[in-house]
């Protein structure tokens, strides 16, 4: 009984660790601004909307971060881009189509330049989760004691500027102050408030966001796309089969009682 007891609460440790490193402070603090302001409801199966991403990605990630796993001529295969098309929307540097998605930015300068040196975006949708990643590229907000002007709410003191501050403009945070029995206050997120505004409406910015972390998160897993397709294929088999199978049965045991 015991040890039931003591398999059962470690399967929920499990579980809970799995999904709690990372999700829950990004996806509350996205919360209190508006119900599901939190989740990203990303969809690797629309291309579109990874090849918009990707095009964000290259115009304004890659001053700064490298995707070092992905190889642009994979890229234009899975999302229906021809070679002319990847050569001339995605590689503005001299790049080869066999090349993978590195910078020029060395990592020991940039961590001089930014304390923190920009991580490599290959497989960060697997490392933080779409959610996360989505929360925190709304979640800048002025803060002038930090060097870059700017915090986040997600990932407070993050090295990161505001890099897509024209597209969102600028936002603040807002406190509520709650003074408790012994005198401390205590404050609790409300929202954010545009400062000023961005180049795109704020449903425009959304859409932006969206797209970007969907291309982060093909390239975490870009066998993704094929992986579905094919589970639905293999069920449609099993199915079939499983026709086949049991009226063979039926027809089998039919005299025997
Ligand atoms: C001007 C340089 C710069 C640009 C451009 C930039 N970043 Fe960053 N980014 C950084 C730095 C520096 C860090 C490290 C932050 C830290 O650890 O404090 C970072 C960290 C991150 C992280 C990791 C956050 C975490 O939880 O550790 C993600 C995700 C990220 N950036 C996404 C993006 C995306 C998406 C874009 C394009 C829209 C982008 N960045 C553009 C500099 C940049």
Excluded at 187 to 209: R, S, W, Y
Excluded at 234 to 257: R, S
Aim: aromatic fraction near 12%; hydrophobic fraction near 45%.
């Amino acid at each position: 009984m015991h040890i039931k007891k003591a398999l059962l609460r470690l399967a929920a440790l499990g579980l809970t660790a799995g999904v709690s490193v990372f999700a829950p402070a990004a996806v509350i603090a996205m919360e209190a601004e508006g119900a599901s302001a939190g989740h990203a409801n990303v969809d690797v199966a629309n291309i579109p909307s990874l090849q918009r991403g990707a095009r964000n990605f290259v115009n304004y990630c890659m001053g700064c971060h490298s995707a070092k796993f992905v190889r642009y001529n994979r890229l234009g295969r899975d999302l229906d881009l021809s070679e002319q098309q990847v050569v001339e929307n995605l590689m503005f540097t001299g790049e080869r189509p066999f090349d993978t998605m590195q910078i020029a930015m060395p990592a020991e300068q940039a961590r001089v330049w930014f304390g923190n040196p920009p991580p490599d975006l290959s497989l960060i949708a697997r490392s933080r989760g779409v959610d996360y990643l989505y929360s925190f590229l709304k979640s800048f907000y002025l803060d002038p004691s930090r060097p870059t002007g700017v915090n986040n709410l997600v990932l407070p003191g993050a090295a990161m500027p505001h890099v897509l501050w024209e597209l969102q403009g600028f936002q603040k945070a807002v406190y509520e102050g709650e003074t408790d029995a012994q005198g401390n206050v205590h404050k609790t997120f409300k929202g954010f408030e545009q400062a000023t505004k961005g180049k795109l409406a704020p449903e425009e910015f959304d859409l932006f966001v969206r797209d970007t972390v969907n291309f982060l998160s093909y390239i975490g897993e870009p066998v993704q796309l094929q992986r579905r397709n094919l589970g639905f294929r293999v069920l449609g088999f099993l199915f079939v089969f499983f026709l086949f199978a049991y009226f063979l049965k039926k027809e089998i045991w039919k005299d025997v009682k």
